[in-house]
């Protein structure tokens, strides 16, 4: 039993005394234990030494608080696993030498996939015990379009121009090529599952830079095979950043526990699109992590204020930034777990 | 009197035989004969000769036929007139060596832009005088927000998240910024419409980055500044890329002729946000100009059904990419050109 459920409650939107909070890439940059492993561990050895990312993943847990801890990994696990080499250099970003280009290229990868994570599996079940059920783990994977994204462009990209253009040219490869990341991802996941993540997360990092009807192509099918296969075994967030417009077409679904969101939304139309059919997390700018702890805790409060403190899970609406202070992380978390006390509703 | 004036009727919102027609970035890489000259005059060259920019901005009417010319230049003009060093490196994007980070920063630049912007107002009256009012000529700048985003963060960016600190962290400071890069965009802009420009559009390219409170603080005030301020000379297209939340309070300014959209938004929901109040233009996915020219008349067809033919200018949702085909762009022009013979409505 889990001393601190308030994140699963939430997502079962059953009441919670408070919303529970984390934060996108809590275990990260931000945070000098981080550094401290980094500079002595490549980053895909701190990925596959479960040891290592057990370590990182509890960091943000016993450091700033978080109601859940999220495995450290990256959603480039997939394509690696499934034949690609992937290249991660820590400034840079991510590149992929051998884009994906042909129907031969797609033939080639490889959809069983777990062997080759079990690397994943093992940190997962070791940092579940050395959680010793003070938070829900949450284990995670990249959303088959913001994986297209990656394979085709061969690395990181402000339109993902040529993976876009890969679709809309060579839409039946694409989606040949979409199914089967969908089919090494649900093993993946459920993998994760088993080794003991209690929720698991889709990150569709880029599915944004697709308009409304090409989200309905070439993104919301898998999103949604990903929840109906996962949702038997585990509570499902999704996470299609950017893509506002399907929040009411994704929250009819009942696979999907979760759908998180970025800042561009008004949590009030959030709310209209989505009803109370799931449960919303996020949406706090990142970029205000970098104001006075006191100005956090008021946006944060009034973030809240907002929501509502039911049906909601406090997070960022990106990835924490890596110039942020610790105690500014620390303000972030503290105002959420503080709302009851200082506000009346 | 212009022998095609489309583009201003569709403004007015005056009934129209088919929909008007140009492209963001159509003086540009993906045309042979700019690539030419791009080969013999650095950037700002090209942007300072009046007889340069005079035929850069012709050609895509001459190959092309665009409805419209849209002068070249660029909207770093603003921040560099203002007393910011600006390099442009062809490949690499423009480079602010003296980002603005205090109070002294943004005491120091000039407002009184125009007189060493007089090449923009001489290449306009050349272009007008070479046009012979076959189209009408288009004048434009940068919004206010986004050339902070430029000034602060000294460079191109996937989230501008110094930009954005800087706004969060230094408001006033901001106001302060915004309102001098305002007013010299209103100076500058009254100069384009006096030297011959028949609309003008302010790109506000990054201000989908901001969420919809952030939109009101740091955006809206100041395009509707500029708005209010060019109305009474020339109609008004603003593009306040990705920030569809604010469609509804932007439409309901009447100094507003037309929103430029992005493809991230159903063509009937911007509809909805905005009646009838002002023109739409836009919004097809560049990234579409690769799929063969059957299929993007296909696309431009569906996409006219979607907006209707009156109040509506046809466009891409962003600027057009370098390695779309001649005639790919063609495809595209007279996909709306030949609306009225394919289509029964």
Known sequence: MLKNDLLLKALRQEEVSRPPVWMMRQAGRYLPEYIALRKQYDFFTRVQTPELACAITLQPVDIVGVDAAIIFSDILVIPQAMGLEVLMEESKGPVLPNTIKSASDVDKLTVSVNDQLQYAFDAISLTKKELNDRVPLIGFAGAPFTLLCYMVEGKG????????????????????????ITNATIQYLKGQAKAGADVVQVFDSWSGLLGPDDFNLFAAPY???????????????????GSNYALRELSNHACVSGISLDWTIRPADARKETQNRVTLQGNFDPSKLLMSPNEIAREVHSMIDAFGTQGYIANLGHGISPNVPVENANAFVQAVKEYTHVAVH
């Not at 990209?157 to 089967?180: G, I, V, Y």
């Not at 929840?227 to 996470?239: D, G, N, R, T, Y």
């Open 223 to 241: 999103l949604l095979q990903i929840a109906e296969a996962l949702a038997p075994h585990v509570p499902v967030i999704l996470f299609p950043k």
């Open 157 to 180: 990209s402000k339109a993902f121009e040529k993976a876009r253009a890969f679709c809309f040219t060579q839409p039946a490869l694409a989606s040949k090529l979409l199914q089967k």
